[in-house]
């Protein structure tokens, strides 16, 4: 693995050379934490405008949108949103609210008005009364227009949604105003895998799941790799990595909202076969993805601020709901959306290069199909975490240095709805 200039470590940011990670980020705290976050339905309802109606949100990627004319819808339920991202004739990609100026239709749908479509036109057309729209957002067509009483088309163009786009990721914010621009909101941990070519991992697979708990707990899972021994115990023996050693978390760094952790040391290949699938053998694939990857050429040294060597993964979680977890020569993705206080659909992609031969096709369905089943095992605690929690019966809960990152979001979205109540009180006031 090649790192872009690693002497050029974004500097600043601080690693303990003693004590815990935890205590480093003093602000952080050590004291056992409540998950009333994720039960509470009051504090769901404030979630949607303290969060989803003000940070910057991931809905999808550039390739999503691979020509003029292409568009795709999002629902975005917690927020009472549904958006539709189009990349315009002069290929700008814009965002707008997915309803019809006239009476209120939803605009752009397929066979079921609830769920989300793709694809490509020239106009958008309202199913009820046929008005047109470009993929400015401009109206350009009223059906027997003579009709009504001096309508100014101009002044009925569909309502847009700030849209803005960082390393192909495209992201909306429903705020009337955002406070930050993308760049700005993201900061310079994130923005410092700008070199980062996602846009050459083009071949994907995607998937969806209705899951039984509160949004948060599924992000949980996923920034930290303390259960790793227990609920993944084929990923853990120290045989299985190189050096010989557990998955480590060997950085862990926090900005802003955002958080990070890149884990140290890389997975084996030369293994028994009690700790591989004969299937991964033969297809030289498997959870961790291919054994090898192109080379992409120098990546950029923010994927490893840490300076781990052997560096494995690097996982950077994206507040609210975007986790993207690199690989080196492959990436996964995750959303997070809230349906009500105790579901969400996760989305998760993987990005591969495109397949040069049947060999690297059949690798990336190979490490598709496990990576489902190692997401299985995780989402199959969500249930029962959900309705223990809401028995009430434990309100305070330890963390450990290794769950920094849990403790980290938590405390995050309480500040980003306590501000929101503060602002809220003082307007009523
Ligand atoms: S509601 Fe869209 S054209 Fe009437
Ligand atoms: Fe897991």
Redesign the pocket.
């Known amino acids: 693995m090649k790192f872009r200039d690693p002497g050029a470590v974004v500097p600043g940011w601080p690693r303990p050379t003693e004590g815990t990670w935890t205590e480093h980020y003093c602000d952080l705290g050590t004291e056992p934490i409540s998950f009333e976050d994720s039960v509470s339905a009051e504090f769901y309802e404030l979630e949607r405008e303290a969060i989803f109606k003000r940070a910057w949100l991931n809905v999808g990627r550039i390739e999503d949108l691979p020509r003029r004319g292409s568009y795709f819808t999002k629902e975005i339920s917690i927020a009472r949103a549904s958006v539709v991202v189009a990349r315009g004739l002069d290929d700008e990609i814009r965002a707008f609210h997915n309803i019809?100026r006239?009476?209120?239709?939803k605009l752009v749908w397929d066979e079921e008005p609830r769920a989300e479509t793709a694809g490509f036109c020239r106009q958008f057309m309202?199913k009820?009364?046929?008005?047109r729209y470009d993929l400015e957002g401009a109206l350009v067509f009223i059906q027997q227009e003579e009709e009504f009483f001096g309508v100014n088309k101009d002044e009925y163009g569909l309502a847009p949604v700030h849209c803005e786009v960082w390393n192909g990721f495209v992201f909306v914010n429903l705020d009337a105003e955002p406070r930050q621009t993308l760049r700005e909101f993201l900061g310079p941990m994130v923005t410092a895998l700008d070199g980062y070519p996602f846009g050459a991992l083009t071949e994907r697979y995607d998937f969806v799941a209705d899951n039984n708990s509160n949004w948060k707990l599924f992000a949980d899972a996923f920034q930290e790799y303390y259960h790793v021994p227990a609920l993944h115990p084929q990923q853990i023996p120290s045989a299985v990595r190189s050096p010989e050693m557990a998955i480590e978390c060997a950085h862990f760094q926090l900005d802003g909202p955002h958080r990070l952790v890149t884990t140290g040391g890389q997975r084996r290949w030369d293994l028994p076969p009690e700790y591989m699938y004969p299937i991964e053998r033969t297809t030289r694939s498997g959870l961790v993805g291919p054994w090898e990857t192109p080379d992409l050429g120098p990546l950029p040294s923010g994927l490893n601020p840490g300076g781990v060597e052997p560096w494995g993964i690097t996982n950077l979680q994206i507040f609210p709901n975007l986790e993207i977890l690199v690989y080196g020569g492959w990436y996964l993705l995750y959303r997070y959306w809230p349906t009500s206080p105790a579901t969400h659909r996760f989305e998760a992609s993987l990005g591969f290069h495109p397949a040069r031969t049947a060999r690297e096709r059949i690798e990336h369905e190979v490490a598709a199909v496990v990576f489902k089943e190692f997401a299985l095992q995780d989402a199959g605690t969500l249930g029962g975490t959900q309705a223990a929690l809401q028995t009430g019966v434990v309100d305070r809960f330890p963390l450990n240095d290794q769950e920094i990152l849990v403790r980290h979001f938590h405390k995050v979205v309480g500040e980003w709805v306590g501000t929101y109540r503060a602002h809220r009180s003082e307007a009523r006031a």
Request: overall charge positive.
């Open positions: 019809c006239h009476r209120g239709n309202c009820y009364h046929g008005w």
